[in-house]
């Protein structure tokens, strides 16, 4: 058997079923706030929770854009063209 060794589990919980909503919210809402306040790590800025990198990395490329390499660009372009799809920008 061939692969990387890697596996996933997922898991959905009725968290209603074992304490009101409510009451799970407002301790998930604790401990992120203490997870928030703990000491940094030198050469740190903040602490960031599962998640948060990628939704920052959403919020900067859909209010900037993406960054498309130069070695990438003709290739996408290319893509499109096969596609019938317009390429709405080209760097020269």
């Given at each position: 058997?061939?692969?990387?060794?890697?596996?996933?589990?997922?898991?959905?919980?009725?968290?209603?079923?074992?304490?009101?909503?409510?009451?799970y919210t407002a301790?998930?809402?604790?401990?992120v706030q203490t997870?928030?306040?703990?000491?940094?790590?030198?050469?740190?800025?903040?602490?960031?929770?599962?998640?948060?990198?990628?939704?920052?990395?959403?919020?900067?490329?859909?209010?900037?854009?993406?960054?498309?390499?130069?070695?990438?660009?003709?290739?996408?372009?290319?893509?499109?063209?096969?596609?019938?799809?317009?390429?709405?920008?080209?760097?020269?």
């Amino acid at each position: 058997m061939s692969g990387t060794g890697t596996g996933h589990f997922f898991m959905a919980i009725g968290v209603a079923r074992f304490m009101p909503f409510e009451q799970y919210t407002a301790q998930v809402d604790a401990l992120v706030q203490t997870v928030k306040l703990a000491a940094l790590a030198p050469g740190t800025s903040s602490i960031l929770l599962p998640g948060e990198r990628e939704l920052l990395t959403e919020r900067t490329r859909r209010a900037n854009g993406i960054r498309i390499t130069p070695e990438l660009e003709p290739q996408l372009a290319e893509a499109a063209r096969l596609s019938g799809v317009e390429v709405p920008h080209q760097s020269a």
